[in-house]
């Protein structure tokens, strides 16, 4: 069994000898520029190819272009004899590369993808939170009623203290009127008996 650095340079050669041929040596309208050879894999004993394509187009595309090759498969092989210079020149196996196509499905997921974003964006666009935009914000009415209720007991302190003070007033003054009135009944009596002595 060969080494393996030995099977990948001639997995090397056979690619770059398939893709030359393809696109000058061979006049079938079937392949040409259609095809790209993608990756070469050969078996450690050196006699079997797997050689992997791509194809430019649609499905018929792909089966004219493996119609093309299966009847090119003679013509190649010994294109790749001449230039391996090998005793045992391996067979070809061609096989479509699926990793193109995997990376095109994914490319179409993708796009779906964001087209389902952008409608969900544009749907939500004129929507407004259920709760607000911040449902732990203190409401400004909330916070009214609560200055409300403050103003109501600071309002009710206030008429106890009048009253109470209009209270004290109105007993002052009225200690003030009696206190007047007990002097002038005072000075009244006392020249009361002054003018009683000046006629005896």
């Known amino acids: ?18 893709a ?6 061979i006049k079938d309208p079937r392949l040409g ?15 079997e190819a ?11 595309d792909r089966e004219e272009v493996a119609a093309g090759l299966r009847s090119a498969k003679g013509v190649l092989r010994a294109a790749v ?12 196996e061609f096989v479509p590369d699926a990793l193109p196509e995997t990376s095109r499905n994914l490319d179409d997921l993708f796009s779906r993808a964001r087209e389902r974003d952008e409608e969900v ?21 909330d916070e009214d009623g609560e200055d409300g209720e403050t103003g109501t007991t600071e309002t009710a302190e ?6 109470a003070a209009e209270t004290a007033a109105d007993a002052e003054a009225a200690e003030a009127a009696e206190t007047a009135a007990d002097a002038e009944a005072a000075e009244a009596a006392e020249e009361g008996g002054g003018t009683a002595g000046e006629k005896g």
């Open 121 to 141: 964006r544009r749907a939500s666009a004129g929507a407004e939170y259920a709760g607000g935009a911040d449902p732990y914000h203190v409401r400004e009415d």
């Open 20 to 25: 030359e041929k393809l696109h000058r040596g």
């Open 50 to 60: 797997t050689v992997f394509y791509t194809v430019y187009g649609d499905e018929s």
């Open 33 to 47: 520029t259609r095809v790209t050879i993608t990756d070469t894999r050969v078996t450690g004993d050196l006699r």
């Open 1 to 18: 069994m060969a080494d393996k650095a030995r099977a990948k340079r001639l997995a090397d050669l056979i690619r770059e000898v398939v």
């Open 158 to 163: 206030a008429a106890e203290t009048a009253e």
């Open 81 to 92: 004899g001449a230039a391996a210079g090998v005793k045992h020149t391996p067979s070809l």
